[in-house]
Structures are given as C-alpha cells and as structure tokens.
C-alpha cells in the first residue's frame, strides 16, 4: 500500500471533501486578509484585524460547540435508525438563543466597544453583529450536514463560502475601495449565501424522528461553550492582548494578525478532518467499536503533530519574507516569532484532537478543566515583564503545552485511552 494510500485510510471517512472546501476557505482568509492590508491603512487594519479576531474567537467558540452537538446526536440516530428533523429544530433553537445572548450586549454597548477596539467607529460593531449571526446560521447546517455523513455537501459550504469571500475582497481591492465596513461585512456576506445554497441538502436528509429532548444538546453544552471559548482565547488572544496592553502600537497589532494567520496554515488543514473525525468517534462510540475509535484517535493525533511540524518548517523559513509581500504587513517580526506561533499551532492542534477524544468518551468536565489550566497559563506570562512580543507569543505556545500535559493525563487515568498505547 502507498503512502497516499495509507494516509487516506487514517482519516475518517467524507475528509477528502470537507478537506477541499477547508482548503478553499483557508485560503480564502488569506485573500481576504491580504485584500484588506493591501487596501487599508495602518489604523483601519488594526481595527478590522481585531474584529476578524473577535469573529474568529468569540463567534467560533460559541457557535461551533452547537455543531459539535448536533453532530453528535445526529450521528448517534442515525446509527439507531432515527430520523434527525427534530434535532435540527432544537438546534436552531438553541443557536438563536446564543445569537440574542450575544447581540443584546452589542446593541447596549455598541458605543463603548467601539471606541475600545474599533477607534470609535460603530459600524464595525454592526459588521461583528452580523458575522455572528451568520456563523449562528452556518454551524446548525454544517452540524447537520456532517451528522448525517453528507460530506460532500458540508465541503461544499466550506468551498462556497471561499469563494465568495475571494470574490467579493479581490474585487473590492481591484476597485480601490477603502472602506473597513466593506471588507468587514465579506463575514457576513459570504457565509449567508453559502448557506442559503446547502439548505436544500439539510433537509432531504432530516426525516422526521423521535422528539428530541433538550437534555441531547444541553447537557454537556455550557461546558462545551467553555471549552471552545477557551480555546479560541487561547488561540487568538495575541492580538487583542497586544491592542489592549500597547494602544498605540497599531503596526504590532496588524502585522501580529496576519502572522497568527500565516503560521496557522496548518490549522486550515487540520479543520479538513475535525468535522469527519468527530462523527467518525461519535458513530465508533454508538456502535460499542472500541479498537476503531482508538486506531481512529492515535492516527489523527499522528498526522495532526506530522503537520504541524512540516508547516512549522516553512513558516519559520519564510514567514518573515512573505508578511510584508503578502498581507502589506508592517515588517516588525522575525524567525524566532513564527518559531513560537508555529509551536503553539502544533501543541493546539493535538489539544483539539484530545478534546474530541474527551468529548466523545464523556469527560467534557475534564476538557473545559483543561483549557481552564492553559488559559491561566496564559494570562499568567501574558501579564509577565517580559517583552511585549515575546511574552504574547511565548503564552501561545506555552499555554498550548499546558492544555496538553491537562488533556493526556486524564486520558491516561481512563482505561480506554490508556489501551491506545498498548
């Protein structure tokens, strides 16, 4: 057997098609970024780098838990032979329920959060408000979608969505426009539509079934929230951390933003086999195959370290070069910072697949324990007297290593992880 050919076999099944669109809308945040920075100033990327943070930390973390659920469940009925309509009806509930919890606040401290992040422009807080609701929209359907194992149409979302943000920033910065709203409402735009596309393919495959209790979504949900908030902190904090420490330091800022992005290529893979791996576990753990879901596991945290470490290679060698070309970010960082952002990409990555293992075998108490340990490892160096810098980079990595070192322990002290190894 080839390599390709083994490589394929390690993934859980539908990644080839959620891994295209993955690609396309990986690098369509690499257009849409380097669209921005080619096209704004230096103040205006700032805020627009702080937004997409928020959208990329916040929205993602609360949001995505509720596709993690869906998915979850739905996979499970399926298994059972249930219909999934009713799923689908909680879900949404329950996203639009996050959606208002969110935007209550935004609309009663719109003024403030401007000027504390956005240099007082308000219609940036309207531009985050929509990108929340947009994600609120997309993680029900994609739940569903990868639940169900209709793959090609999730990767088919994923593709849309690149494309269109490809479309709409390329063509704004072929026109000269300048506008951060503009660039900003692409996140809202782009993911809408995609959407609207796919829903078809959502509800051919949601037959109706069995009532769905709350208690299938809601029960490990407040800790899965706190889970992937965390994490999400953990992973983009940098940049808001630096905007709210050095004020002035808009250069900092943007080209952190764009650096974050550059050395996180990997996660743009990873996020190709994240949505089929946790069904894959999901459907190993309802049908009682324990030798699968392990085999599953060890393979996915293999070829999750195997890349990291291969796109930590390249960021390092070029990362400095290809800043400043690609995203017209100010030429402030070397070698060393994309080393640290590189390890802390590759130790986060382990984490999510740690976290699946954690979420599907029942400890999600454990999980948000350990994203807990990282992010005060974090703030902790954060708030050190070391360079601002290097002290921001260093917690990434470092709080990652802590979030590891939390998952791996537990998983060793559970008998079904611990045979993985023997």
């Not at 219909?83 to 879900?91: D, Q």
């Not at 782009?190 to 979504?217: D, H, K, N, Q, Y």
Request: glycine letters at 10%; aromatic letters at 8%; hydrophobic letters at 55%.
């Amino acid at each position: 057997m080839s390599l390709l050919d083994r490589i394929t076999t390690a993934l859980p099944r539908g990644t080839a098609f959620v891994g295209v669109g993955t690609v396309v809308l990986g690098g369509a945040n690499y257009v849409h970024l380097a669209a921005a920075g080619h096209s704004l100033s230096v103040d205006d990327m700032a805020s627009f780098s702080v937004l997409w943070t928020v959208v990329a930390s916040i929205g993602l973390g609360l949001f995505f838990p509720v596709e993690q659920e869906i998915t979850r469940v739905v996979a499970a009925r399926v298994v059972a032979g249930d219909g999934a309509l009713p799923v689908l009806r909680r879900g949404a509930a329950l996203s639009f329920a996050l959606l208002a919890a969110v935007l209550v606040p935004l609309g009663l401290f719109a003024d403030q959060l401007a000027d504390l992040f956005f240099h007082g422009d308000r219609s940036l807080v309207l531009a985050l408000g929509g990108a929340f609701a947009a994600l609120a929209c997309a993680h029900v359907t994609r739940g569903m979608l990868a639940g169900l194992g209709r793959f090609e149409a999730y990767g088919f979302q994923l593709g849309l969505d690149g494309l269109l943000r490809i479309g709409l920033s390329a063509a704004m910065a072929l026109a000269g426009v300048t506008s951060v709203f503009a660039f900003a409402m692409v996140m809202t735009v782009a993911p809408v539509i995609s959407v609207l596309v796919t829903l078809p393919s959502v509800f051919r495959g949601a037959r109706a079934g069995s009532t769905a209790r709350w208690g299938e979504l809601i029960e490990h949900l407040g800790l899965l929230v706190g889970s992937t908030l965390l994490a999400q902190v953990l992973v983009n904090i940098a940049v808001i951390s630096t905007k709210l420490i050095a004020t002035d330091d808009n250069a900092l800022v943007a080209a952190l933003l764009s650096a974050l992005v550059l050395a996180r290529v990997p996660l743009f893979a990873f996020g190709a086999f994240q949505a089929s791996l946790l069904a894959g576990l999901s459907t190993a753990q309802a049908e009682g195959d324990t030798r699968g879901y392990r085999r599953m596991l060890l393979r996915a945290s293999a070829i999750t370290l195997g890349l990291g470490a291969a796109f930590g290679i390249g960021a390092v060698a070029l990362g400095p070069v290809l800043l400043p070309m690609l995203f017209g970010a100010p030429d402030v960082l070397g070698p060393v910072d994309f080393a640290w952002l590189s390890i802390g990409t590759t130790l986060y990555m382990l984490a999510m697949v740690l976290g699946q293992a954690l979420l599907t075998s029942g400890a999600a108490r454990q999980q948000l324990l350990a994203w807990v340990v990282g992010t005060v490892v974090l703030g902790a160096i954060t708030l050190s007297p070391l360079e601002l810098r290097t002290r921001v980079e260093i917690a990434y990595a470092v709080g990652s290593l802590a979030v590891v070192t939390s998952m791996t322990l537990v998983l060793r002290s559970r008998v079904g992880y611990r045979s993985v190894h023997s």
